[in-house]
């Protein structure tokens, strides 16, 4: 057993990159100046930045979930930590418009954060998907590939997937190959795809990683890696000469199995987990003891890592994603904040964790290291407000423009729509009492004329409500409000949004669909109007603020909705919690008058709760939930 022991711990240091000689390899990025990243050492093992060992210490942070003015602030507070290069995931989904241009600007312009890593002093780990995962609708892509009812994706036997996704990489390698470290710009290396072995769908194929591969070769990019689950079976596609990330590496016996998978290349931990995400209905984020026990680990054997995520953000819009089950059950939507428990919180703020890390870090640095002050973010409070209604919710729905028809509902994917809410109706018989069966994604309010029944949660597996007796014909409207798409397993392939196959009422099948549309992204249309006597409204404040920065919309006594700051829709709240208040960067914000709008599907009254901004999330737990570190 002890020789076991022994082997294992040897392998381990054969994947340290170098050891504690890594760690002394201060070198930063210089504009300009070439630097190339390699494999050597004994085995091949070591990563080597100019023919020296180096030690990758990464922190995650999505330059799209974060604001633009804020960026410097969260690669400088990674730096004063200790790390010396950035990872971040690019949203294919969020660069690609509806229309088929593309959006470089804001949050978005990826080129500008990779330039201010650079000017900033931090390496970076670029991480161009085409798939994603991340938390994010549909790991990143585009859902105009779902508008068929079955898609494969990630084949490359769906010339429709092949052509697009080659359109956004062209975009991607634009961007990147000028900015690759041996052509004097930051980039170490090239992250070929995301977690591929833990896709387990039909048609996984080591076809589709060789062609990405290949793809960034014939560019010019290199050296490259993947990143993976760290059993076996997740280490299936690793081409040969491909660095192994492993999601995480937290001990010897994970690194011994990448070890004997992928010969002659460096492993390292490109998913170590300071936290993890959190659903609609869970706890509230909590902050992981054993990402601290890894980065000690990390740090006295020279190790190359990447905490996932340093920093998380927010999810925007309409950009969190979902997970089930491979089957498609146990569906669990994902929260608008991705605070994760992160060193670095939603706005910015540096936890007790951070200090902790920083400190491991900094003791094993080379003596004489000193590393720069970090700087704590400041954020407002909002004196309370109470919105007027504006008009109910049916009276939204008169002043969505987009109407289809057609014998069987459609999905939102079918007619072009990514998420939001659509409202489908039917006209139903009279006739008794009957049950309604009715699959819903994600979730509905049920009304008979202006009645209203109940709701269906795909969460709570509800499919079915029972209807009244009708005397005579009676419309049937079934207001469907969505979560992000599935963005982990091969049930994304599958995840459509709206009604889901027939709808029943007894046994007979309610056919002669009317859909209508409201994507929400860009606020809602309204005509003034009681509702027709439906449930939820939307609401409207006017603010005057002076100078204003970050705070935290505390929408606790609300129930179900959409926040609009100044036309930015923030995303989604909901009182089931854990997530109270939502981050409202001081960017979306203007001295003087500021537009506030909150759809709230139930809220009726003229007379809502008042709303204020707080300076920092709610931290409660309101129910333990445990971060599971990528063990689902």
């Not at 070198?27 to 060992?53: C, I, M, N, T, Y």
């Not at 409207?540 to 926040?563: C, N, S």
């Not at 709303?611 to 409660?620: A, P």
Request: aromatic share 10%.
């Amino acid at each position: 057993m002890k020789s076991l022991l022994l082997s294992i711990l040897t392998m381990s240091a054969l994947a340290a990159q170098g050891g504690v000689e890594a760690m002394k390899n201060l070198q930063k990025p210089e504009a300009g100046k070439a630097a190339v990243l390699s494999f050597g050492g004994e085995g091949g093992r070591e990563f080597l930045l100019d023919g020296v060992p180096f030690q990758i210490r990464s922190g995650e942070i999505h330059p799209q979930r974060v604001p633009r003015e804020h960026w410097q602030h969260r690669i400088r507070a990674a730096k004063a930590m200790g790390l010396n290069t950035i990872a971040f995931y690019t949203f294919w989904n969020e660069l690609e418009q509806a229309d088929g241009s593309w959006d470089f600007s804001g949050r978005n312009d990826i080129g500008a954060f990779l330039d201010l890593c650079q000017q900033e002093g931090m390496w970076v780990l670029f991480r161009p998907g085409p798939y994603v995962c991340g938390e994010w609708d549909l790991g990143g892509l585009p859902t105009y590939l779902l508008k068929d009812d079955v898609t494969p994706l990630r084949y490359t036997g769906n010339k429709q997937f092949m052509e697009a996704q080659t359109r956004y990489l062209e975009k991607m390698a634009e961007i990147a190959i000028p900015r690759l470290s041996k052509n004097g710009g930051p980039i170490l290396m090239v992250q070929l795809e995301n977690e591929y072995g833990s896709y387990k769908s039909e048609h996984d194929e080591m076809a589709y990683i060789e062609w990405l591969k290949d793809f960034w070769e014939k560019k010019g990019a290199g050296p490259f890696y993947l990143s993976e689950g760290s059993a076996p079976h997740h280490l299936r596609f690793v081409p040969k000469g491909v660095a192994v990330g492993l999601d995480p590496a937290d001990n010897a016996w994970q690194m011994q199995t990448a070890l004997k998978v992928a010969p002659g290349v460096p492993v390292f931990s490109s998913e170590t987990y300071p936290g993890w995400l959190r659903h609609w209905g869970e706890g509230n984020w909590s902050p992981s003891r054993n990402a601290l026990n890894s980065v000690r680990w990390y740090m006295k054997d020279g190790v190359s890592f990447n905490l996932f995520v340093l920093h998380g953000g927010t999810s925007f819009g309409l950009t969190a994603g979902a997970n089930t089950n491979p089957d498609g059950s146990n569906f669990q939507p994902d929260l608008t904040s991705y605070d994760y428990g992160s060193p670095i919180g939603e706005n910015g703020n540096l936890t007790r964790e951070y200090f902790e890390y920083r400190d491991i870090i900094a003791a094993a640095l080379p003596e004489g290291t000193r590393l720069p002050e970090p700087v704590q973010p400041i954020a407002m409070e909002v004196p309370s407000f109470t919105p007027e209604k504006v008009c109910g919710f049916g009276a939204l729905g008169r002043s969505a423009a987009a109407k289809a028809s057609s014998r069987m509902p459609r999905t939102f994917e079918n007619v072009g729509q990514n998420q939001g809410i659509g409202v489908y109706r039917t006209r139903i018989p009279a006739g008794p009492a009957a049950t309604l069966t009715c699959q819903v994604h994600d979730y509905a309010l049920v009304y008979l004329g202006q009645q209203y029944i109940g709701t269906l949660d795909r969460r709570l597996n509800q499919t079915t409500l029972d209807l009244p007796a009708r005397k005579e014909a009676t419309d049937l409207h079934v207001v469907v409000d969505t979560f992000g798409h599935v963005n982990f397993s091969k049930f994304m392939e599958k995840d459509r949004k709206g009604i889901i196959g027939k709808v029943k009422l007894g046994d007979e099948e309610l056919q002669n669909w009317w859909l209508t549309l409201m994507p929400l992204d860009k606020g809602v249309p309204c005509k003034a109007g009681d509702g027709n006597g439906w449930k939820g409204a939307l609401y409207r404040a006017e603010v005057e603020l002076t100078h204003p920065i970050d705070t935290f919309l505390d929408m606790k006594e609300w129930q179900k909705g959409y926040v609009w700051v100044n036309g930015h829709l923030l995303g989604r709240y909901w009182n089931i919690g854990p997530q109270e208040r939502l981050y409202c960067p001081g960017e979306f914000l203007k001295h003087g008058r500021n537009t506030i709008e909150i759809l709230d599907l139930f809220m009726e009254t003229d007379t809502p709760p008042a709303i204020s901004g707080k300076k920092e999330r709610n931290m409660e737990i309101l129910k333990e939930t445990k971060s599971l570190n990528n063990q689902w």
